[in-house]
C-alpha cells in the first residue's frame, strides 16, 4: 500500500509547473476505448503486456508511452491515462519485462533501453498512432524513458522524465561513494515481493496434489520450500548483491548511465524534480547535459526544467514538518503533461514555448522555500547566481549547539582546528531529508535538524541572525581540509535554515567517503592524520533565507541508515563486520580556509 502511494505521489509531482492559469490547453473531450493485456513481441521474443487508452473517434492520434515495472493496472497509473486519452491521445501502459503480467527475467536497467526502442517503434505502428510517440512518468519509470532515449528510437519524438536520475551508480545506488542503504534496501524489498509472487505462482497446481492421501497433507503450493533471509535476497534480487560488488564507478554501471550517453538523445525533454527528492542531482544533470550535448538542435534547444517541492519526500501544501502554502500544490497534475505534449506534438503556444507567442517563457522554473513561490530562469544554475565562501570558524569546540562554530565571510587566520571522534556503533540518526521509501520508519523532507546538532559528533558552524532576507538558489558545495586517524571515513555536511524559534530546517546535504576523494571509479585510502583538501557536494536548493534567520552548516561522519556506515578499516564495505573508531578533524586557518560556497541571488537582482 505505502509503494503505491509513493507512486501516486511521484506522478502527482508532475502537477507543479507554470504559473499559468491563462495556459492555452487544446479543448477536447474525447470517450475513451480501453484495451486491456495487448502484447507485444521483443527483438529476443520475450513478450510484454500492455493496456491502451485511446479516444474513440476517427482519425489517428500522438501516442503518450508508460513502462512501469509498479504494476500497468494500478489507479495511479489509470486514471492519468484515461484523463490524458480525453484530450486527444493514445496512451499505452506496459509492464517491463519481467513484472506484474510481462514475461521474461526481471533485472533491474538491463532491458530497458532495447525493450524501450522497441516498444516505441511498436506504439508508433499502431492503427490508430500518428507515428508521434512521447513517454512519461517518474522515478524507475523516469529511468525507462531516458534508457530508452538513449537508443534512440527513430519515432520517439519527446519524453517528460519525472524525479529519477541521471547515473544508476552515483546519485541512486551510491551517493559520494556511500552506499544509498535506505533506499536501496527498501527498493530491493518492494522489487522482490512481485518476483515471489511469481515465484509462487509458477509452482502452483493443484492438479499435483490431488491424489495425496491423507487429505491433511494436501500442499497448497508446489515448491519445496522458499527461500528466506540472505538466501532470499540472492535468489529474488541478484541485482542487489551485484550493486554491493560494485562499489566503483566501473563497466558495470557505465553500460546503462546516462551521462555518458547525452550526445545519443535526439528529443525534446521536460525534466521534473523536486527539492527533497532522491534523484534531484539527476534532474538537474539530464537537463544541464542533453543541452549541452543533445545530438540535434531540437534536442539541445528543447529542455525544459521544473524544480518543485517534494518529489519522493512527498506532495502536497505539507512536506515534512514545514508548511508551503498554496503554490506546492496550484496545479492539477496530468494538465502539465498534457500542456507538455499539446505544445510539442500540437504547436499549442502555452508556456512551454519559449518564442513565438504571447506567453513564451523561460526554460526553467523552480519553487523558492522560503519565499515559497515559484520563479522563473534563463537556465540552471541561474547565471545571476554569485558564488559566496561562508568560511568556518572556531576556536576549537565547535561540536553540537553548545559549542563555538561559527560561519562569516571573512577568512579565517590563525585557528584552532576541530575534531570528533565518529563511532560506527553510534552513528548520526538521519532525520527528514531525501528519503525513499519507508515513511512509517523514517519520515523524509525538512525536518527539525536540533537533536542530531545537539550530539558531540556533530559539528555546527551558524552566522549571526541575518539583516536582511538572502536568497541561495542553485549547487552548494563545502570545501573542506580534513584528516583523520582512520585508512578511510566519511565526511558529511547539511545545510539548514534556523529559524528566530529555533527551529533547524534541513534544505540539503552530502557524503563523501574518503577513498574516493579524488575518483569514483579508482579508490585510494588515505594516510592516516594526512590533511587532505576535499570537496563534499550538498546538490542544491532554492531557500530564502529570510530576515533574522541563520545559515547553518552541520559537519560529521554518518547519516544513517540514509547511508551505509564507514567502517574506517579499508575494508569491503559490501562483507566486512569489522570497524574501528576514528578521529576526525576539520582544518580552518589561514592555509586551510574551509568554506561553505554558495550560490546567492544578489538583490534586486536580474528580473525574474
Not at 503505491?4 to 487544446?26: D, E, G, N, Q, T
Not at 480525453?86 to 532495447?114: A, C, K, L, M, N
Not at 534536442?299 to 517541492?309: D, E, S, T, Y
Request: charged letters at 20%; aromatic letters at 10%.
Amino acid at each position: 500500500m505505502f509503494q503505491r502511494k509513493i507512486l501516486h505521489a511521484i506522478f502527482m509531482i508532475c502537477a507543479v509547473v507554470l504559473s499559468a492559469p491563462h495556459c492555452v490547453r487544446a479543448q477536447q473531450s474525447h470517450a475513451v476505448i480501453t484495451q486491456n493485456g495487448i502484447p507485444m513481441k521483443t527483438r529476443d521474443g520475450v513478450t510484454l503486456y500492455s493496456d491502451i487508452y485511446r479516444p474513440r473517434a476517427d482519425g489517428i492520434f500522438p501516442v503518450i508511452l508508460m513502462r512501469t515495472p509498479y504494476d500497468k493496472s494500478v489507479s495511479w497509473a489509470v486514471a492519468p491515462a484515461y484523463q490524458i486519452a480525453t484530450h486527444g491521445y493514445v496512451v499505452i501502459v506496459q509492464d517491463v519485462r519481467g513484472r506484474h503480467t510481462s514475461e521474461g527475467e526481471w533485472y533491474p536497467f538491463r532491458h530497458e533501453s532495447d525493450d524501450g526502442y522497441d516498444a516505441v517503434e511498436w506504439a508508433a505502428a499502431l492503427p490508430s498512432s500518428n507515428g508521434k510517440v512521447g513517454m512519461m512518468g517518474g522515478s524507475y519509470v523516469g529511468a525507462t524513458q531516458m534508457l530508452s532515449a538513449i537508443a534512440h528510437p527513430p519515432h520517439l519524438a519527446g519524453i517528460c522524465p519525472v524525479v529519477t536520475a541521471s547515473n544508476y551508480h552515483d546519485g541512486w545506488t551510491y551517493q559520494g561513494g556511500a552506499l544509498e542503504q535506505w533506499f536501496d534496501q527498501n527498493w530491493t524489498t518492494q522489487l522482490a515481493t512481485n518476483t515471489l509472487w511469481r515465484l509462487i505462482a509458477k509452482n502452483t497446481d493443484a492438479l499435483l496434489g490431488a491424489p495425496i492421501l491423507p487429505l491433511t497433507h494436501y500442499p497448497a503450493f508446489n515448491y519445496a520450500s522458499l527461500p528466506a533471509g540472505d538466501a532470499a535476497t540472492a535468489q529474488l534480487a541478484p541485482y542487489y548483491l551485484d550493486w554491493l560488488a560494485h562499489p566503483d564507478y566501473d563497466a558495470y554501471w557505465k553500460q546503462w548511465s546516462i551521462e555518458e550517453h547525452y550526445s545519443d538523445i535526439r528529443v525534446p525533454a521536460l525534466h521534473i524534480g523536486g527539492w527533497y527528492d532522491i534523484f534531484l542531482a539527476g534532474t538537474v544533470k539530464n537537463y544541464m547535459g542533453i543541452k549541452a550535448h543533445g545530438a540535434t538542435d531540437a534536442a539541445r534547444n528543447g529542455q525544459r526544467l521544473l524544480v518543485q517541492i517534494g518529489g519522493h519526500a512527498g506532495f502536497g501544501r505539507r512536506i515534512g514538518d514545514v508548511e508551503f502554502g498554496d503554490e506546492a500544490v496550484k496545479f492539477p497534475s496530468t494538465e502539465v503533461l498534457i500542456d507538455w505534449y499539446d505544445y510539442l506534438f500540437k504547436g499549442v503556444q502555452n508556456e512551454f514555448a519559449t518564442e513565438g507567442s504571447a506567453t513564451a517563457g523561460k526554460p526553467v522554473r523552480i519553487f523558492v522555500m522560503g519565499e515559497n513561490t515559484y520563479h522563473q530562469e534563463s537556465d540552471w544554475p541561474p547565471p545571476e547566481a554569485e558564488l559566496t565562501r561562508y568560511f568556518l570558524h572556531s576556536g576549537g569546540s565547535a561540536n553540537s549547539l553548545r559549542g563555538d562554530g561559527g560561519l562569516s565571510l571573512t577568512a579565517p587566520k590563525k585557528e584552532t582546528r576541530d575534531k570528533f571522534t565518529y563511532d560506527p556503533a553510534n552513528p548520526v540518526p538521519t532525520i527528514g531529508g531525501s528519503l525513499c521509501c519507508d515513511a512509517g520508519h523514517y519520515e523524509p523532507g525538512p525536518r527539525d535538524q536540533r537533536a542530531s546538532e545537539n550530539r558531540n559528533d556533530v559539528l555546527v558552524y551558524s552566522t549571526k541572525p541575518l539583516a536582511e532576507d538572502m536568497e541561495v538558489t542553485g549547487p552548494v558545495t563545502l570545501e573542506l581540509w580534513g584528516r583523520s586517524s582512520a585508512v578511510d571515513t566519511d565526511f558529511t555536511a547539511k545545510l539548514v535554515d534556523v529559524s528566530p524559534g529555533g527551529f533547524a530546517m534541513n534544505l540539503t546535504d552530502g557524503i563523501l567517503r574518503m577513498r574516493y576523494r579524488d575518483s569514483q571509479e579508482k579508490p585510494e585510502l588515505m594516510n592516516p592524520d594526512q590533511v587532505y583538501k576535499i570537496s563534499v557536494d550538498l546538490w542544491a536548493t532554492s531557500n530564502v533565507f529570510k530576515k533574522g534567520h541563520i545559515l547553518r552548516l552541520e559537519v560529521s561522519s554518518s547519516n544513517f541508515p540514509r547511508f551505509d556506515r564507514s567502517l574506517n578499516t579499508g575494508a569491503d564495505q559490501a562483507t566486512s563486520r569489522e570497524f574501528v573508531s576514528a578521529t576526525n578533524t576539520i582544518l580552518h586557518d589561514t592555509e586551510h580556509p574551509s568554506a561553505l560556497v554558495v550560490p546567492v541571488i544578489p538583490a534586486g537582482g536580474a528580473a525574474r
